[in-house]
């Protein structure tokens, strides 16, 4: 039809897809069986972190239209509520007897001591609640300006939250971050489920949070919800006169969006068990989580795990120079030749330039992103042979 | 009964009088043509009642309750809806899905929102176009979207802003025809137009606006007929 022809027609999924689907997931299940290096499962765990990151973002991103930069302060709020209750779980007596001494007049110190009688995991919850306050004073003040002011505003309000946890030393130790050497094994009730002495449990942590984000993705796609936030992306006026409360809908999609990406911060921080603001909170973090959905294509289920399946190979193969290395392990570059040494001594220092200059590329001619572009390919070739 | 009041209404945008003092009532199933020349306040009229801005002045009563102050989307709520001048599809999304936005003011349910959407398409002949994204109509089929998709929330007040602008004459004739046939619902109307001809046949009344006032109102007969009307829009001898 046109190129808005790949919006529409989305009313159920269709079975060859549904079964695509279902092979990729029993696949992925079955991966740490066939695949045991450790370096692949690493980079199927960082490719599962930017999926939920990606498919977070959407919800607000992508359906809603309110292009929010500052969802690192969301994924920093997972992050340290779930390090500092862990931690926190972890005081020796030394500690503990030093901060009864400090709580007499610093409100921080009590808080990290009612921290210690915490269950560990239930930092992440802590960190989800974290995440939905945050939204909720984040949205009631930016959501009352629009467009390009509220991308603003969102990237202010995130440096206010990376500046607060930055000053705070006694609750958050600032820029030292927060290392944690063992994790408590997660257990239920007196069950182990995993002592997480390997990826193994990491990866299927990893594949099932991405799979509930896709659910909650498609639930939402599918409910009156998933219509305002798509009629407020669309035309905010038109949605108001047509009977949407913009604060509410907003609100709820920044909401819920915040909630997921907590989870990510969750995550990321027992994955690496080392954070600190530069890391979690940084305006860096929130510009890679908006890449992920707009490389890919908003406001569709599967964009931002292909914007992931995109961007995160990329940064790898780019950062360990693997191409200069491959042509010159082949034979093909002479490594001793003034291009060889090109390749070794300057282009793996460039990996961030050349990354950047990718991304401005497909930006620049796939503006409904990856799978936009193919799908929008793949109905023109149809409309040929027709 | 009066369904809507409008009394005394202002609304000013720094010193300059957008609207001033404008007084009139609708009463329940008519059709009340709105027209003035060009910067006459008609639009800031239509906002200020939809309530995208409250009036600096006046009170405005809907249904025997003061709307003044409410966001439009309360308003929608209650049972007063306005399209746009220019028009404003959503346009990634398909035409019985734009629909489907109003209907799911009145429902909670995707399916009863799909039916209702479907039903009120019909009503405007764009039954073909339903799985079109919006954004590819052209702009007669546009001007019937915007009416679609506010027949949906299921309104017993619609204003329509312009909604024959930019039409050729047989689009301008099905959109005129449409307007009586919403009448017909028991939908009181309050339309917007250039068109002398068609207001005056539409219309059961006719309110004039100039610079913001309120120049005349009465039957369309009696408006052709006001030397005041025609100094306004022709300019004296």
Known sequence: MNRFSIFINRRGASPVALIAFIVIVCLLIAFPVYVGSPYAR???????????????????????????????????????????????????????????????????????LSAHDLPPWSGIIVGMIAALILSLIIGSICFRLRGPYFVLASI????????????????????????ISTLPPFTIGSTVITTFNSKIPFYYTGLMLVLITILVTWLVQNSKAGYFFQAIREDQDAA?????????????????????????????????KFIDPTTVLSLDLSVQIVLISIIGGIGTI??????????????????????????????MV???????????????????????????????????GVLGFFKALLAKKRKEAA | ?????????????????????????????????????????????????????????????????????????VVCKRGMVRTWQKVRPLAKMSVVDNVMVGALCRTNSLKKAREMAMEQVKVVRLEHRADFPAGGLPIGERKKLEVARVLATQPRLLLLDEVMGGLNPSESEEIIQLILDIRKLGITQMVIEHDMKAIMRISDRVVVLCSGEKLAEGAPQEIVNNPEVITAYLGSE
């Open chain 1, 156 to 179: 202010a309000v995130a440096e206010i939250v990376r500046l607060t946890v930055l000053n705070l030393p006694d609750l958050t130790q600032g820029a030292e971050g927060i290392l």
């Open chain 1, 42 to 112: 690493h980079i199927m765990i960082l490719l599962f972190l930017s999926i939920i990151m990606g498919e977070s973002w959407n919800i607000v991103g992508g359906y809603a239209g309110q292009y929010s930069v500052g969802h690192a302060a969301y994924f920093g709020a997972g992050a340290y509520g779930t390090m500092i209750v862990i931690n926190a779980s972890q005081f020796d007596a030394d500690k503990l007897s030093e901060l009864q001494e400090l709580a007499k007049d610093s409100r921080l110190s009590s808080l990290l």
């Open chain 1, 334 to 368: 002479n490594a001793d030749s003034a291009f060889g040494n090109f390749l070794t001594e300057n282009l793996s220092h460039a990996h961030v330039l050349i990354y950047g200059i990718l991304v401005v590329v497909v930006i620049l001619f796939m503006p409904d």
């Open chain 1, 240 to 272: 108001h006169s047509l009977g949407i409360s913009l604060t509410f809908y907003k609100n709820s999609a920044l909401a819920l969006s915040a909630v997921l990406t907590s989870l990510a911060g969750s995550f990321y921080a027992i994955y690496i």
């Open chain 1, 302 to 331: 599967f964009g931002p795990v292909v914007g992931a399946v995109v961007l995160v190979p990329l940064a790898e193969v780019l950062r360990s120079n693997l191409i200069g290395e491959s042509l010159i392990s082949s034979g």
């Open chain 2, 1 to 73: 009964m009066a369904i809507l009041e409008i009394k005394h209404v202002s609304k000013f945008f720094g010193g300059l009088a957008a609207v001033s003092d404008v007084s009139f009532q609708l009463e329940q199933g008519m059709i009340m043509g709105l027209i003035g020349p060009n910067g006459a306040g008609k639009t800031t009229l239509f906002n200020c009642i939809t309530g995208y801005y409250p009036p600096s002045r006046g009170e405005i009563m809907f249904n025997g309750r003061t709307i003044n102050g409410l966001h439009p989307d």
